[in-house]
């Protein structure tokens, strides 16, 4: 998607450009104004042939939707409590993100004359609240927006519409995750769809923080270079960080008071490096059917790369709760972090040793590219099968979409995460590669939890290196998991 979004927007830019610049040479041949001196005139010049900006070439994209007017009514939106950011902001504030969506409400509802009702709810609730109003057939909302495996679940209990059937809704433009729509589809039918409504997508995107005063002083030299160079690999952190770990409070044991090469959760984070090394868990058949798709000796060296980093390095702390990794990276008791964007928004605000975000390790240096994901609790939408007006949700759907990418967006991503929060020019670069390329699986969205896309978040979990027999006891079951939601989707389509 991404991709697609930036060879969009070079064509566009060239073409502004071009023409700029055509139109620079029509007005060459005529004389200057009687006494207007050459620095005026260069001024001029300089000022009419100056390239767009990114955001004004993204005001300037069209979204082609047709003139409409819905007569103030209201597009309902279910959503998880805990991403209401996406939808709500009632007044302006000052804050830069929520100042945008305020602007993207105001101006898509009055260019088409509807309201917006966001009705919030912890995420278990909005599964069980859509099923209540699909299974009484009740026409109760417009949209859904929630945790991604939640949405999983919905989809396949059949209370979600396609996507590509939606009117107005175009998956190819660059406010959409097309990449979400081709790995989650069956025979092209998508019923749960990324797009720039799903702010918190990339928020909970993983990388992996270091703390620059620590490389400096361990001698690790430039992390960007050697990112930029392809050797950052998980065997490479673990020959940097091994020998780092300093026993702080004297109980001759490592424990979370003490200083770590790196740290990071067992179970969630250690899923990203399935990923980050350039693996997925299904892919489709010649029909365009999902199909279990686990290289198993790829599989089998990753999981022994894993396991000897988090626990025979002797410098990696890692557990299964969610604070302590975080305090010792915090404390300045830790080198590398792995964890998600959503830190540099929070946590680190207030952090003053410098800090750098760099992308997961690769597998290994002969890994063409650096991968991630989005963190399991990343919001995913979708159109309750009970709409009855889908023109009206089509429309209002691809207009706050394109209105996100064009406000939201730019100001989570360009202000918030770079210039805001970030430390330095490089972590820049290293958000856009990570961002380029974050990996949407089919078998872990479908996995309800405990399937093949959770298969590092168990083993390492529990502390075990042994994939091929982890895999031996479960691939039949999630053959079967897959050939259910297959038959969901064929059922419900």
């Known amino acids: 998607m991404k991709n697609n979004a930036v060879r969009f927007l070079s064509a566009l830019l060239c073409l502004l450009t071009a023409a700029s610049a055509a139109a620079a040479c029509g007005e060459e041949s005529s004389s200057p104004p009687s006494g207007a001196g050459s620095d005026e005139t260069t001024a001029v010049t300089e000022a009419e042939t100056e390239p767009p900006s990114d ?154 923080y270091f703390n620059k005063r620590l490389v400096d002083n361990y001698g690790f030299g430039n992390m960007y270079r050697l990112v930029w160079d392809g050797k950052w690999t998980i065997d490479r952190q673990g020959e940097m960080i091994t020998g780092t770990w300093q026993d702080l409070n004297g109980n001759s044991k490592a424990d979370v008071e003490d200083f770590f090469g790196a740290s990071s959760n067992s179970t969630s984070y250690a899923t990203t490096y399935i990923y980050s090394s350039g693996l997925t868990t299904v892919s489709k058949d010649g029909e365009g059917i999902p199909v279990l798709d686990m290289d198993q000796d790829r599989f089998a060296l990753l999981t022994e790369k894993v396991y000897k980093l988090f626990y025979e390095n002797g410098s990696f702390y890692c557990a299964t709760d969610w604070s302590t990794h975080g305090d010792i990276f915090k404390d300045k008791r830790g080198i590398f972090y792995n964890c998600t964007f959503s830190l540099a928004l929070g946590a680190l605000r207030e952090f003053d040793d410098d800090f750098g975000m760099i992308p997961y390790p690769k597998f290994d240096e002969a890994q063409e590219k650096y991968y991630s994901m989005s963190d399991g609790s990343h919001t995913i939408s979708g159109v309750p099968k009970t709409i009855t007006d889908p023109e009206f949700v089509g429309v209002a759907a691809e207009a706050l979409c394109a209105e996100a990418w064009k406000q939201i967006l730019p100001a989570m991503y360009e202000v918030a995460l770079k210039t805001k929060f970030t430390r330095d020019s490089e972590s820049i670069e290293m958000i856009d590669m990570i961002n380029d390329n974050v990996i949407v699986d089919f078998g872990f969205v479908f996995a309800d939890y405990n399937g093949m896309g959770f298969t590092l978040s168990n083993l390492m979990g529990s502390k075990k290196s042994d994939f091929a027999s982890y895999y031996a006891k479960n691939s039949a079951k999630w053959e079967k998991q897959l050939a259910k939601v297959v038959a969901s989707f064929e059922e419900n389509g």
């Open 55 to 208: 955001l004004e070439i993204r005001a300037m994209t069209p979204d082609d939707l047709p003139e409409s007017d819905f007569g103030g009514r209201a597009m309902r939106i279910l959503a998880c409590d805990y991403a209401g950011i996406e939808f709500t902001a009632e007044e302006q504030t000052g804050d830069v993100i929520e100042d945008a969506v305020y602007a993207r409400n105001r101006d898509v509802t009055e260019r088409f004359n509807f309201g917006i009702e966001h009705i919030l709810k912890p995420y278990g609730e909005v599964s069980q609240t859509l099923a209540k109003s699909v299974q009484s057939g009740d026409d109760a909302y417009d949209l859904v927006s929630n945790h991604v495996i939640e949405m999983g679940n919905c989809a396949m209990k059949g209370y979600l519409i396609d996507w590509g059937g939606l009117p107005h809704v175009d998956v190819s433009k660059p406010w959409w995750n097309s990449s979400s729509f081709e790995n989650l589809s069956v025979h092209d039918r998508a019923f749960l769809l990324v797009g720039s409504l799903n702010t918190h997508f990339l928020k909970t995107t993983y990388c992996v």
